[in-house]
């Protein structure tokens, strides 16, 4: 702020140069220019100083003569009462100054060479701690506080409650490290109504960090971190919908919980594993982008979407996925699905993988929009296990998420596409099996089925090998089995060959249509219902 007026404790604008230097050029004598609105007077324990402090409060009496208020005549004659403590301020409010309680600036400041004893929180008088800045300040979601740590390593015995509406600003999380052998927590200065915030920026917090908005009952409490590095664990749990924030380009040496809060967390780097934890009442939702993190869980065990945890995770890479829960949810972009580890369904669900590019396109358009693509490709990864009795669905919807489907129906297409993903080229093989039973178990079924319709037309089931180019071999259709069903017409048989004495034993008249190649006759003959006949229709 621009000092146009200087007052000392008595005396002329020439005794007010040699007390405290000038601010700009000597006034000239009879034409002394007023303060400004606004203008502040900060006394610094001996003497009267311009700028703003700390503190405020402590003057007991203010006279002056005119012309203070005119832009010549006389010099002004100005007398002062000492100020109580260092750090209070007079402020000119266009006809007198007056003392004020009120910060000017909003912030207190810590630093290494600071005083929690003589200390006031202004730049000239800091504080050593950041507790002892925190019961400094009385904040309000309408004044907002900043408190402003100097470079240094700080510890304290804590836990140290994090002060509503306060945020604590380092000077970079390299040079700004805060340690709480207590560990961190939420103040009670959270309880009432009002949109409550706080939070750190360029910090290193050494310390578990139980930020709990239940123990505070806190209906609006947010939390915002930015630039900071986590030393230890963090848990977050909520109170209300409300209760929300966000992590920016933050580093993590601890795990991460969340239960009941909707978070976001951009560019965070996770050296440990991120938990979402079912919250009693609330839903727990992770919105994670553009950063990585050793494993995230997602843990439900009661059947209830309004307490449901979702994962909403875009360029977030994780090296293991474990949704375990049937109201846990898992949307994945591509480039967020594990490298490395298994995606592990325990009742889970993996909602969507968007087909985004991974060096290949994946449609013509740009677009996301579900229904907007010919074919949405599920690309490759690694694999998924599936545990504790889970099914695994890969199946479509319409564009308008109808149960009841729409006039239009949508193929699920299980092959190699058009933009170079072609895994099964060559000799690869598309197996669909069920795993071996062992003992007297029995393996599962491997059930390949065109819909039923009440009136309607069932669809076909269509087995087709490609036909090859150039003197290459057209493929078989092998089935292999004991038994093959044909409920719905005779004409599907299994084809055998053999010697006249190897023909199918135990034929009834239901199995008429049945073949059989007769390498003893050297050709095909079939049965009728009651015999063996040729092509000619003699008995053979």
Same mark, same amino acid.
């Given at each position: ?418 933009? $170079?993903?072609?895994? @099964?080229?060559?000799? !690869?093989? =598309?197996?669909?099996? *069920?795993?071996?039973? +062992? #003992? &007297? %178990? /029995? ?7 065109? $819909?039923?319709?009440? @009136?309607?037309?069932? !669809?076909? =089931?269509?087995?087709? *090998?490609?036909?090859? +180019? #150039? &003197? %290459? /071999? ?17 004409? =599907? ?6 010697? +006249? #004495? ?20 050297? =050709? ?17």
């Amino acid at each position: 702020m621009t000092q146009r007026f200087i007052f000392p404790i008595g005396g002329t604008p020439e005794s007010v140069r040699s007390q405290i230097g000038a601010v700009g050029p000597a006034p000239e004598p009879g034409s002394v220019p007023a303060p400004g609105v606004g203008e502040v007077l900060t006394w610094d324990g001996t003497q009267w100083v311009p700028g703003p402090g700390g503190g405020g409060g402590g003057v007991t009496s203010v006279t002056a003569s005119a012309p203070l208020a005119s832009s010549g005549g006389a010099t002004p004659d100005i007398s002062l009462t000492a100020g109580a403590t260092a750090g209070d301020v007079l402020t000119w409010d266009g006809a007198n100054w007056a003392g004020s309680s009120v910060s000017v600036v909003g912030e207190v400041w810590v630093t290494k060479g600071g005083s929690d004893v003589t200390g006031d929180g202004s730049l000239s008088a800091p504080f050593a701690s950041v507790s002892a800045a925190l019961a400094a300040i009385t904040a309000t979601p309408t004044a907002r506080w900043a408190v402003r740590i100097a470079p240094g390593n700080y510890t304290e015995a804590g836990p140290i409650a994090l002060k509503a509406n306060v945020f604590l600003i380092g000077d970079g999380r390299r040079n700004t490290r805060l340690a709480s052998t207590g560990g961190w927590t939420l103040g009670a200065s959270f309880t009432p109504a009002g949109d409550h915030r706080s939070g750190a920026i360029g910090v290193f917090l050494d310390g578990a960090c139980t930020f709990n908005f239940s123990t505070v009952s806190s209906n609006e409490g947010k939390l915002y971190f930015e630039s900071c590095v986590f030393l230890s664990a963090i848990t977050l749990t909520g109170f209300s919908a409300i209760n929300q924030g966000e992590m920016l380009n933050c580093n993590f040496f601890g795990a991460l919980t969340l239960s009941g809060v909707n978070w976001s967390d951009t560019g965070g780097i996770h050296f440990q594993q991120i938990f979402l934890n079912q919250h009693p009442t609330l839903p727990t939702t992770l919105a994670a982008t553009n950063g990585y993190a050793d494993k995230i869980t997602l843990t439900t065990s009661v059947n209830n979407f309004a307490r449901r945890c979702s994962l909403f995770s875009r360029s977030f890479w994780t090296d293991y996925l474990d949704v375990d829960g049937i109201v846990s949810y898992a949307d994945l972009s591509v480039d967020s699905v594990p490298r490395y580890g298994p995606v592990t369904l325990n009742n889970g669900n993996l909602v969507n993988i968007s087909p985004v590019s991974l060096g290949t396109k994946p449609d013509v358009s740009s677009s996301r929009s579900l229904g907007d693509f010919g074919r949405q490709w599920l690309y490759t990864f690694n694999y998924v296990n599936v545990s504790s009795g889970t099914d695994l669905y890969v199946g479509t919807v319409d564009s308008s998420y109808d149960p009841t489907g729409s006039a239009t129906g949508y193929g699920v297409f299980l092959q190699p596409d058009q933009y $170079g993903i072609r895994t @099964n080229v060559n000799g !690869g093989v =598309l197996d669909m099996r *069920t795993a071996n039973a +062992t #003992g &007297t %178990g /029995t393996s599962g079924n491997v059930d390949v089925a065109s $819909g039923t319709t009440a @009136n309607g037309n069932s !669809g076909n =089931l269509a087995l087709t *090998t490609g036909v090859p +180019t #150039g &003197t %290459g /071999t057209r493929g078989q259709i092998s089935l292999n089995a004991r038994q093959i069903d044909a409920a719905s017409t005779p004409l =599907l048989h299994k084809w055998q060959t053999g010697a +006249t #004495g190897s023909r199918p034993a135990g034929l009834v008249a239901g199995d008429a249509g049945r073949t059989f190649f007769d390498t003893t006759l050297g =050709l095909p003959i079939w049965w009728n219902g009651t015999g063996w006949i040729n092509a000619a229709g003699a008995a053979v």
